[in-house]
């Protein structure tokens, strides 16, 4: 068989093209095809964002142990305050959402 007949016949084109058509469709519409692939990209997007916020708030609580173990007199009071604790002579309002 001569390669210059191969390159030159139609029905080899033919056949490549029609099985190059029929893996471009099985790629976009099988079950593990590109929409796939886009929503699986999407997923790891936001893993990422939710990885980044939550390393974010690591570094803050990491923050505060610090502060913790050196024994913040600033901390401790708005620690104390948020149990609703007040020094002497304050008054601590308490405002409630009315639910209508």
Do not use: C
């Amino acid at each position: 068989m001569n390669a210059n007949w191969l390159l030159k016949s139609s029905t080899l084109w033919g056949v490549l093209g029609v099985s190059g058509f029929l893996s471009l469709m099985a790629m976009l519409f099988s079950q593990g095809g590109i929409p796939e692939l886009n929503r699986r990209e999407a997923e790891l997007a936001a893993a990422r964002a939710r990885l980044v916020e939550l390393n974010h708030r690591n570094r803050e609580l990491l923050d505060e142990v610090k502060r913790l173990a050196a024994k913040d007199p600033e901390l401790m009071e708005a620690l104390a305050r948020r149990q609703g604790y007040a020094r002497r002579g304050e008054t601590v309002y308490t405002f409630r959402n009315r639910e209508r």
